[in-house]
């Protein structure tokens, strides 16, 4: 356990997204530090914090600091607590839960704000998650494209989880309509712009056909996960790792087989997007 202080110390993973945060307790933190670490959050877009060793409970509490609780309808609850959500690689499972880049939630009308992950148990290698920052990828585009998709908004469906093939077995009654959001979003804390698409979850282009919207779509794709707006984040045991799902895109690496890995994830509810 890092030994407690009064200020978090905080250490940049890469250029555009990521910051490591030690020096204080999450579950004895005051509000003055939860507030300091929810700052970086939203400037940061995705913090990790080591030797955290965080109850089913003290993940609830931290969780409830930054709002109500959005359960997630499709992945399999914790049996003793089940607004916590279980993220599971079994040792025989060649896919795994967030293995494509993608936006927790971005098919709910008001998506998740952020997700909140506590390594439970980490295979001996790999198994790390990258981040890449939508506020980086915004600005890297020219004016011409960035003005065109200001004007855009993109249906999001739940759909893909259909034929799942990462161990969750969904009812249908989990499935709803697609939903709109802006292209490009404000971001609801600081303002910043930020591409809204994914390629989990984004169908189409409103008034667009699924094939006239394909080609644009690869190519943010393509843009948005470009290597050089990305953190990775290494894994270590106790480690709690928060992401602003506005912010910051992610993608969960599928490259320890015959291992298990099992984090407990909880998401927060956040509000209906607005476009810049
Ligand atoms: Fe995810």
Redesign the pocket.
């Known amino acids: 356990m890092s030994k407690v202080t009064n200020k978090w110390s905080i250490k940049k993973l890469a250029g555009h997204c990521g910051a490591r945060l030690e020096g204080v307790s999450l579950a004895n933190a005051s509000l003055s530090q939860l507030e300091e670490m929810r700052s970086a959050l939203f400037k940061y877009g995705v913090i990790v914090m080591p030797g955290q060793n965080l109850s089913p409970e003290n993940h609830i509490s931290l969780a409830e600091f930054f709002g109500e609780i959005d359960v997630n309808r499709f992945f399999t609850p914790v049996p003793s607590h089940p607004v916590i959500a279980e993220v599971r690689t079994t040792p025989d499972q060649a896919e795994v ?2 293995g494509t880049w ?1 936006t ?1 939630h971005s098919y709910d009308e008001a998506p998740a704000m952020c ?1 909140i992950l506590n390594a439970k148990e980490l295979p001996p290698f790999g198994g790390d998650t990258h981040f890449a920052s939508m506020a980086a990828a915004y600005k890297s585009l020219t004016p011409g494209l960035q003005n065109m998709l200001k004007r855009l908004r993109a249906w999001h469906s739940d759909s893909s989880f259909e034929n799942s093939n990462v161990g969750i077995n969904p009812k249908k009654t989990a499935f709803r309509d697609p939903t709109l959001h802006p292209v490009i979003i404000k971001h609801p804390n600081t303002g910043v712009p930020c591409v809204y698409v994914n390629g989990d979850f984004t169908t189409n282009f409103e008034n667009w056909s699924f094939e006239e919207s394909a080609p644009l779509l690869s190519y943010l794709y393509a843009v948005i996960t470009k290597p050089v707006f990305t953190a990775r984040v290494v894994w270590e045991p106790g480690m709690v790792a928060i992401w602003d799902n506005r912010l910051v895109q ?1 993608y ?1 690496t599928a490259d320890y087989p015959g291992h298990t890995r099992l984090m407990h994830r909880i998401t927060v509810a956040g509000v209906p997007l607005e476009g810049i």
């Open positions: 839960i967030g993608h927790d997700s992610h969960a």
